[in-house]
């Protein structure tokens, strides 16, 4: 005769079984409780986000705040403000949004056909409102010379463009470097991937003719270009009080070439 098979632990599997089924619908039912409940829905949104226009965030409200998608709502927000470089939403509860803001810190101006700001990653974007209202504007060097490389420019969309690209390492340079880091930047003309001229304003000291002496130029090749900074940056520091003297410097070649202001008689 069999003799029966008595498992003590088939009862026991069989009450965890059904545990774990009371569970799950407990779960369901208290899930489907907190979506449809006024408690979860969205009342405030609160906007960290420095010194940029204002951001209206109002259509999150209503919703429930746990059938909010944070990541794809800040994919989207990011989009709608690309002034923006990152954007981070995070849940308040029971019924609360924060939404923190990372600006781009503008590198320079371009010139098209309005003006832009553009920042390391060559990402246009519009010129930010002052830090005060009425006040100035970022103090930034204008790139020129990319209007026919940029056809219909639009805000929040990265141009990894060669010109673009040798235009910003030029005032990374400059911000950089001990003996340019305080010279007044103001243009950088890019022709080309290849060459590009900046332009540094004269020191005021007038002429003759009492004219302020044109800017000083100076061109540039975009191999090797920290070596040819580094050596624009010690001629800078040679010639800080006689730069006005210097028609350009061309560091295109081998050996720097220094051109003298004609002197009129």
């Not at 923006?84 to 939403?89: G, N």
């Not at 006040?135 to 929040?156: H, R």
């Not at 991937?193 to 540094?200: H, M, S």
């Amino acid at each position: 005769m069999k003799k029966r098979d008595n498992n003590p632990l088939l009862p026991r599997a069989a009450a965890w079984a059904g545990m774990a089924a009371a569970i799950a619908i407990l779960g369901f039912l208290s899930v489907s409780l907190i979506k449809k409940s006024s408690y979860y829905t969205v009342r405030d949104v609160y906007v960290h986000e420095g010194r940029r226009a204002p951001i209206d965030l109002s259509y999150l409200k209503g919703r429930n705040i746990f059938t909010v998608d944070l990541q794809r709502e800040a994919v989207y927000i990011a989009q709608r403000y690309p002034t923006y470089k990152t954007v981070r939403l995070v849940r308040v509860l029971p019924n609360r949004l924060y939404a923190e803001f990372v600006a781009r810190t503008p590198r320079a101006y371009v010139q098209l056909s309005r003006v832009y700001c553009v920042d390391d990653d060559l990402v246009l974007f519009d010129v930010p409102l002052p830090a005060v209202p009425g006040g100035a504007l970022p103090d930034l060097p204008v790139i020129t010379g990319m209007a026919s490389k940029i056809i219909g420019p639009k805000t929040g969309k990265q141009y990894p463009l060669k010109e673009l690209w040798f235009a910003v390492n030029i005032v990374k340079e400059f911000k950089s470097l001990k003996g340019l880091n305080t010279l007044p930047l103001k243009r950088i003309e890019v022709p080309s991937g290849e060459t590009a001229t900046v332009f540094i304003p004269s020191l005021g000291v007038g002429t003759a003719a009492g004219k302020s002496p044109a800017p000083l130029e100076v061109k540039l090749a975009c191999d090797d270009l920290n070596g040819k900074m580094r050596i624009l940056d010690s001629l800078m520091t040679q010639l800080k009080d006689t730069r006005d003297t210097i028609k350009y410097i061309d560091l295109r070649f081998k050996e720097p070439v220094i051109k003298l202001n004609d002197v009129k008689k």
